[in-house]
């Protein structure tokens, strides 16, 4: 999929199960382009955030707050409900995205503009301004395609079991997706990669190396290398090598000056690859190590970049969220809890303790 599809195909894939054909995939497409505007009502949320709000503590409360302004379409039971929920999700989430990013520079919103594809659309609203034309880099459009694809789902990682547990309820499929986004904000998952740029800033040089790399061996010091490791992947991640391919070919034809800290990286990943520990533990680059650098170079901030990742996991979570819904016989999600405490104790009353 990566070396041939879409986003909007692959979009289509996690939603309907097979690809679609020429004449489904224009009309997907078209059908997701004439949802990417949000009611006028939202954008006053984001005059009520401060300017330094986190971009992902506004995505969360803003697709939270879907729920009040789409409600009329938002029985679970009824599947054409759920389709225009999947629809919106996708998306409205870029133009979410896109105004709280707005908001934290101090820059007018910027409307979506229907006639560009979705990466083109999106860096569109994140950088043009209206005082003057923006041109939209092809390679900058490409590279968010593959990576929106390569984080597009990935079975029951953190964020989309959240939204599967919270939708189990019976809730709106809009307070599942934001909690989802809560739950994918943390750095052991989708805070990786903001956390893997904060430390190639922090080892700054490559002669630093080695002492993090040691404080990361430490089982006295919490740190980890950020972007190694992986739940699920335990010989290596695939996601990443397609990731660091896309990564040189950003740094070149964008002829960025963050060429070192992508030096940087690639003798951080060599050293961390042949080093007793990360090889005994099986601890490879992930999906997080490498994106970072292609969004730095793409010009969009640290802050932002959890952001993106929920922008390509959003459809991850709507198909996941439709499949458990669709199913008659699903129940609440109910984890059940092995009590380990102490059999009985007696109330003793609060002066007495
Ligand atoms: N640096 C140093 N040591 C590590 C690292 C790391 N990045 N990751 C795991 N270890 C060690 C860990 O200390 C443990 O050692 P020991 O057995 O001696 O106690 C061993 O490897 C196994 O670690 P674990 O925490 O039991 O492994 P896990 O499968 O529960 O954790 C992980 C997976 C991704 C949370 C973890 O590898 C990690 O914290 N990585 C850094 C954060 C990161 O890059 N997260 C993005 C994950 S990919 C995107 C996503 O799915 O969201």
């Known amino acids: 999929l990566a070396a041939h599809s879409s986003f909007i195909e692959v979009a289509y894939l996690l939603l309907n199960a097979e690809l679609p054909t020429a004449t489904e995939l224009a009309k997907f497409d078209d059908t997701i382009r004439m949802h990417t505007m949000l009611n006028e009502g939202m954008l006053s949320f984001f005059k009520g955030f401060r300017y330094d709000a986190h971009p992902m503590a506004m995505l969360s409360a803003v697709v939270g ?22 629809h919106r999700i996708l998306a409205k989430l870029p133009t979410i995205a896109a105004a709280a990013y707005k908001l934290n520079i101090g820059q007018p919103f910027i409307y979506p503009r229907n006639d560009l594809n979705y990466c083109e659309n ?23 395609d593959l990576l929106f694809i390569l984080h ?59 002492k993090y790399v040691d404080k990361a061996k430490d089982r006295n010091d919490p740190f980890r290398l950020m972007g190694f490791g992986h739940r699920v992947y335990k010989n290596f991640d695939p996601r990443a090598t397609l990731i660091r391919d896309m990564c040189h070919k950003v740094m070149e034809k964008l002829d960025r000056k963050d060429t070192p800290m992508f030096d940087l990286a690639r003798e951080l990943e060599r050293i961390a690859l042949q080093d007793e520990y990360f090889i005994e533990k099986n601890l490879y680059p992930n999906v997080d190590f490498y994106s970072g650098l292609i969004y730095r170079a793409l010009g ?3 802050s932002m970049f959890t952001v993106m990742f929920a922008l390509g996991r ?7 969220w439709r499949e458990m819904i669709a199913d008659s016989n699903g129940k609440i999600s109910r984890p059940r809890q092995l009590y380990t405490g102490p059999v009985a104790r007696d109330y003793i009353p609060v002066n007495k303790r």
């Open 65 to 86: 707050s879907m729920s009040a302004y789409y409600h009329e379409e938002m029985d679970a039971a009824n599947p054409v409900h759920r389709d225009i929920f999947a």
């Open 122 to 144: 999106l860096l569109h609203m994140l950088f043009a301004v209206p005082a003057e034309p923006y041109e939209i880099d092809p390679v900058a459009a490409e590279a968010l």
């Open 152 to 210: 597009a789902d990935h079975e029951q990682n953190c964020s989309t079991s959240t939204v599967r547990m919270a939708g189990s309820s019976g809730a709106n499929p809009y307070s599942a997706i934001a909690a989802g986004i809560s739950a994918l904000w943390g750095p052991a998952h989708g805070g990786a990669n903001e956390a893997v740029l904060k430390m190639l800033d922090d080892i700054g040089d490559v002669s630093q190396i080695g």
């Open 300 to 302: 969009i901030p640290t």
């Open 314 to 320: 959003s459809v991850g979570w709507a198909a996941h």
